[in-house]
């Protein structure tokens, strides 16, 4: 299974980087639509549409993207959009795990299925956004997201004892929550420390002030929870282990940016303030 993951993740990374590295944004942008189509069929597939319905599913909203990028969407200031998608987030968040797994199964599914999408839909838009603005942001966000993982994973493993959500993400705990955000933080001092002048998120949100850049990054980490937790639970309600296997030794598409999807509207609504 490791060697699996490894192999994964290396051709993932010699996809990846080349695109995300080039100076203009057609590469990544494109590669990371073929993303949101998996991450499309996922979400159908999970949320009880048919192999045919939930391939049509996921082509249309990549289709649907890839149109709003031809017209130009990509170069509009998108601010009142940003604020909409982190509210619908919070809210969501905070209803679907109150109403807890079943809850989450006795909605429509069309509601269920349409809320998703837009909120992948946006996800793309903002990872792009940020794109835009500079490399060094967007590797900002999505370090902040991954140091997180990574330091509640191993903070979770040598200190775990108090479950944070039992019933839908089993191995989480509060202690591997609050490693991921003494991780976040630090990362964040290094950042600034070697880069005080630079465009990255924790350049931004310094700005603001130690004490709101450190309440920023509480809700940030705490956001890229809520992702995973969400997912968690879409699962579980769908009984199913992975969001696919797509990515042998990972799962899926949406396994894998789950944490990201709140948090790359919000990282563009504090770059945009």
């Given at each position: 299974?490791?060697?699996?993951?490894?192999?994964?993740?290396?051709?993932?990374?010699?996809?990846?980087?080349?695109?995300?590295?080039?100076?203009?944004?057609?590469?990544f942008a494109a590669l990371t639509l073929l993303l949101i189509v998996a991450a499309g069929w996922e979400w159908a597939r999970l949320n009880g549409c048919g192999s045919t319905v939930s391939a049509w599913v996921g082509?249309?909203?990549?289709?649907?993207?890839?149109?709003?990028?031809?017209f130009g969407g990509l170069s509009l200031p998108l601010r009142s959009l940003w604020i909409a998608?982190?509210?619908?987030?919070?809210?969501?968040?905070?209803?679907?795990?109150?109403?807890?797994?079943?809850?989450?199964?006795?909605?429509?599914?069309?509601l269920r299925l349409w809320l998703g999408l837009v909120l992948i839909a946006c996800a793309w838009l903002a990872m792009v956004h940020a794109r835009l603005i500079g490399l060094g942001f967007?590797?900002?966000?999505?370090?902040?997201?991954?140091?997180?993982?990574?330091?509640?994973?191993?903070?979770?493993?040598?200190?775990?004892?108090?479950?944070?959500?039992?019933?839908?993400?089993?191995?989480?705990?509060?202690?591997?929550?609050?490693?991921g955000l003494l991780g976040v933080c630090l990362l964040a001092a290094g950042w600034i420390w070697w880069d005080a002048q630079g465009v990255s998120?924790?350049?931004?949100?310094?700005?603001?002030?130690?004490?709101l850049a450190v309440l920023s990054l509480v809700f940030l980490v705490a956001m890229s929870v809520v992702g995973d937790l969400v997912e968690s639970l879409v699962k579980r309600s769908a009984?199913?282990?992975?969001?696919?296997?797509?990515?042998?030794?990972?799962?899926?598409?949406?396994?894998?940016?789950?944490?990201?999807?709140?948090?790359?509207?919000?990282?563009?609504?504090?770059?945009?303030?």
């Open positions: 299974m490791l060697r699996q993951r490894v192999i994964t993740a290396l051709v993932l990374l010699a996809v990846l980087l080349p695109a995300l590295f080039y100076p203009s944004i057609e590469p082509v249309g909203l990549g289709v649907l993207m890839a149109l709003v990028w031809y998608v982190g509210t619908a987030w919070v809210l969501l968040a905070a209803v679907m795990l109150w109403r807890g797994v079943a809850g989450w199964g006795a909605w429509p599914r069309v967007l590797l900002s966000v999505l370090l902040l997201v991954w140091m997180a993982d990574v330091a509640a994973y191993f903070g979770g493993k040598a200190l775990g004892k108090r479950k944070l959500a039992p019933t839908i993400s089993p191995g989480k705990s509060w202690e591997g929550a609050i490693s998120l924790y350049g931004r949100l310094w700005s603001f002030g130690p004490l009984g199913a282990k992975d969001s696919s296997q797509l990515l042998p030794g990972h799962g899926g598409v949406l396994d894998r940016v789950d944490a990201l999807l709140p948090v790359l509207p919000l990282a563009m609504l504090f770059a945009t303030l």
